[in-house]
């Protein structure tokens, strides 16, 4: 697999796909792609504390076209890859990525992953690496109570209804984890300052070990 040519051709794609759509329904769908420079400084950053001697099952539970992919493919070997599986809710980002990565060993799943059932012990994943959808509260209404019930019971996180949509994929990432994986959330910094996001800041502090927060 040639991943610099695929990644040349995935933000082509990217740069397509966003110019079909309008920003009003981006905003909607909370899509902002990842620059790629930004994914492989975090996937570098991952690298660093993940564990030396351990392969890789990767997981991005919102892969639009891919950026952490490709960035896990340029920081890893691929002999230290064992698995890697992406989801996508949205067809129109999905389809044409479905096909970019074809060739490649991604378990690719056009499906909304709020509502998947987290895998079996031995198939869940040591690195997951995601940006999540930044969709306002108002854009999920009539999904929320049923996000709140799923928080509560994957990573006892107690979301109030003002909270985005980052903040369930947050919570229902957490039961897909093996025990000592490595997460990194590119998420936005407001969870630090506004009321919903105690739930958050319990849930780092509380449910995991908090390594690194990074504040851009």
Same mark, same amino acid.
């Given at each position: ?14 740069? &397509? ?10 905003? &909607? ?32 539970? $919102? ?90 019971? $994957? ?27 490595? $997460? ?15 739930? &958050? ?16």
């Amino acid at each position: 697999m040639n991943n610099d040519l695929i990644e040349t051709q995935r933000q082509s794609l990217q740069l &397509i796909l966003d110019r079909e759509k309008t920003q009003e329904e981006r905003n &909607i769908m909370g899509q902002f792609s990842t620059p790629i420079a930004l994914a492989i400084n975090v996937l570098a950053h991952a690298k660093n504390v993940f564990p030396k001697q351990c392969k890789v099952r990767f997981l991005d539970p $919102a892969f639009g076209t891919g950026s952490f992919y490709s960035a896990l493919n340029s920081v890893f070997p691929s002999t230290r890859i064992e698995a890697a599986t992406g989801f996508e809710i949205d067809e129109h980002y999905g389809k044409p990525a479905l096909k970019l990565w074809e060739k490649t060993n991604l378990n690719y799943q056009l499906a909304d992953f709020t509502k998947q059932t987290p895998p079996s012990e031995g198939e869940k994943y040591n690195l997951i690496i995601c940006n999540p959808p930044y969709v306002r509260h108002h854009h999920i209404n009539g999904q929320k109570e049923r996000l709140q019930a799923r928080a509560i019971d $994957a990573a006892n996180m107690k979301l109030s209804g003002l909270a985005g949509l980052y903040c369930y994929f947050m919570a229902l990432t957490h039961p897909w984890m093996k025990k000592n994986a490595i $997460a990194g959330w590119l998420i936005p910094s407001e969870f630090m300052d506004v009321n919903y996001g105690q739930a &958050i800041k319990d849930y780092l502090l509380n449910e995991v070990t908090l390594l690194q927060i990074h504040r851009f």
